[in-house]
């Protein structure tokens, strides 16, 4: 009988062993470190602010650079124009007509898109523009027809968005030729408008 109960004993010791010597492995899973991503995401936002900041430099010296570049340009001009003194730019472009008209030609259209962008960049500037024709035609007429020329381009002008009070017009007529010629060739250069600058 003791045996029995012994080898009872001794089956359960063996059991509760082979139960305590044999425990379940646990897995451990391995979460993402949330340290690592916050660290991650913060350089991140230090590139793109560093990125922005540099963006930002580049912009202000190419402004900076247009804005010497267009004062640079400035020149007074001889004789006064109607508001006092005016200046001359080598920035802002003639556009020229044909005989007799006062329709702005495709080409000429272009040359107006880069003058009312580059008013654009300087939205304190005033303009006058000057209508211009050849020396054909009586005085009173071309005082008309450069009249037309000056108002036409005013008018372009303001439909690519500039306002229509910083540009003022005049017409000389064929009184101030850029070309003293008397041939086809001169007249083309002086059938123009010719924008000089007011104030800056």
Same mark, same amino acid.
Not at 77 to 82: H, L, T, V, W
């Given at each position: 009988?003791?045996?029995?109960?012994?080898?009872?004993?001794?089956?359960?010791?063996?059991?509760?062993?082979?139960?305590?010597?044999?425990?379940?492995?646990?897995?451990?899973?391995?979460?993402?470190?949330?340290?690592?991503?916050?660290?991650?995401?913060?350089?991140?936002?230090?590139?793109?602010?560093?990125?922005?900041?540099?963006?930002?430099?580049?912009?202000?010296?190419?402004?900076?650079?247009?804005?010497?570049?267009?004062?640079?340009?400035?020149?007074?001009?001889?004789?006064?124009? @109607?508001?006092?003194?005016?200046?001359?730019?080598?920035?802002?472009?003639?556009?020229?007509?044909?005989?007799?008209?006062?329709?702005?030609?495709?080409?000429?259209?272009?040359?107006?898109?880069?003058?009312?962008?580059?008013?654009?960049?300087?939205?304190?500037?005033? @303009?006058?523009?000057?209508?211009?024709?050849?020396?054909?035609?009586?005085?009173?007429?071309?005082?008309?027809?450069?009249?037309?020329?000056?108002?036409?381009?005013?008018?372009?002008?303001?439909?690519?968005?500039?306002?229509?009070?910083?540009?003022?017009?005049?017409?000389?007529?064929?009184?101030?030729?850029?070309?003293?010629?008397?041939?086809?060739?001169?007249?083309?250069?002086?059938?123009?408008?010719?924008?000089?600058?007011?104030?800056?």
């Amino acid at each position: 009988m003791v045996r029995k109960s012994l080898g009872i004993l001794i089956l359960v010791l063996c059991l509760g062993l082979i139960m305590v010597g044999c425990p379940k492995k646990t897995v451990v899973k391995e979460e993402p470190s949330v340290k690592k991503g916050e660290e991650a995401a913060l350089a991140e936002r230090e590139k793109a602010a560093k990125l922005e900041a540099e963006k930002a430099a580049k912009e202000k010296m190419k402004e900076e650079e247009a804005r010497k570049e267009f004062e640079e340009s400035l020149v007074a001009k001889k004789e006064p124009g @109607i508001a006092g003194e005016v200046f001359e730019s080598k920035l802002l472009k003639d556009i020229h007509f044909d005989f007799d008209k006062y329709d702005i030609r495709p080409g000429d259209a272009e040359i107006l898109k880069e003058n009312a962008a580059l008013l654009v960049k300087y939205p304190k500037v005033k @303009i006058q523009i000057e209508g211009h024709c050849d020396e054909r035609g009586t005085v009173e007429y071309n005082l008309a027809l450069g009249e037309r020329r000056a108002n036409n381009t005013k008018k372009y002008l303001i439909s690519l968005g500039i306002s229509a009070d910083r540009i003022s017009t005049i017409s000389y007529g064929k009184e101030r030729p850029l070309d003293p010629g008397h041939n086809e060739e001169a007249w083309a250069k002086n059938r123009r408008a010719h924008e000089v600058i007011l104030s800056k």
